[in-house]
């Protein structure tokens, strides 16, 4: 995870909070208005304040193993944790919806994986399982990347816009 991922994964959500529909008949518009406002914007911030946590002690804020695996154990796991349980409770209705429900519950998965090995690796002095943590930590990360790419796909194929965008282009 890079310390500007908080920048970037920040104005994404904040930019998803309010859409408006072209065509209110478009069942997938419909779940990906709801799955965004009513699911996804929900439990942002416990991802938001999880990956926070992650950045203020890894990086260019690496300090020492104790203090990364303190932040780990008490802040990014827990909330981490949370949050992908409550990802897993998002249940869209369309097919499109639920496909790209996965990439992110995947790339969820995959972080929290990656969270817990580092801090198994480093209560064992692992760096060979340090470095897989932080293997599967990117490929987390890679799907989450994905899934913005495709939601935004989405927007664009189903008339889905930020309140206010649909009015200013026409």
């Known amino acids: 995870m890079k310390k500007n991922s908080i920048i970037l994964v920040l104005?994404?959500?904040?930019?998803l909070c309010f859409f408006s529909i072209s065509h209110a008949e478009d069942k997938v518009a419909m779940d990906l208005v709801n799955y965004v406002?009513?699911?996804?914007?929900?439990?942002?911030?416990l991802e938001i304040r999880s990956?926070?946590?992650?950045?203020a002690v890894t990086g260019n804020n690496y300090t020492t193993d104790e203090r990364v695996y303190k932040s780990l154990n008490d802040d990014v796991i827990p909330l981490y944790k949370r949050f992908l349980e409550l990802l897993r409770d998002?249940?869209?209705?369309?097919?499109?919806v639920i496909n790209l429900h996965r990439i992110y519950v995947r790339g969820a998965e995959y972080i929290n994986e990656g969270f817990k090995m580092k801090k198994l690796g480093i209560e064992n002095k692992n760096e060979g399982i340090i470095l897989q943590a932080n293997k599967k930590i990117e490929k987390g990360s890679d799907?989450?990347?994905?899934w913005k790419k495709e939601i935004m796909v989405l927007y664009e194929k189903h008339g889905v816009a930020p309140a206010g965008e649909k009015e200013k282009k026409g």
């Open 37 to 45: 406002n009513q699911g996804i914007l929900g439990i942002a911030e």
């Open 90 to 96: 998002i249940a869209p209705k369309t097919k499109e």
């Open 143 to 146: 799907d989450v990347r994905r």
């Open 51 to 55: 990956l926070e946590r992650y950045d």
């Open 11 to 15: 104005p994404f959500f904040l930019g």
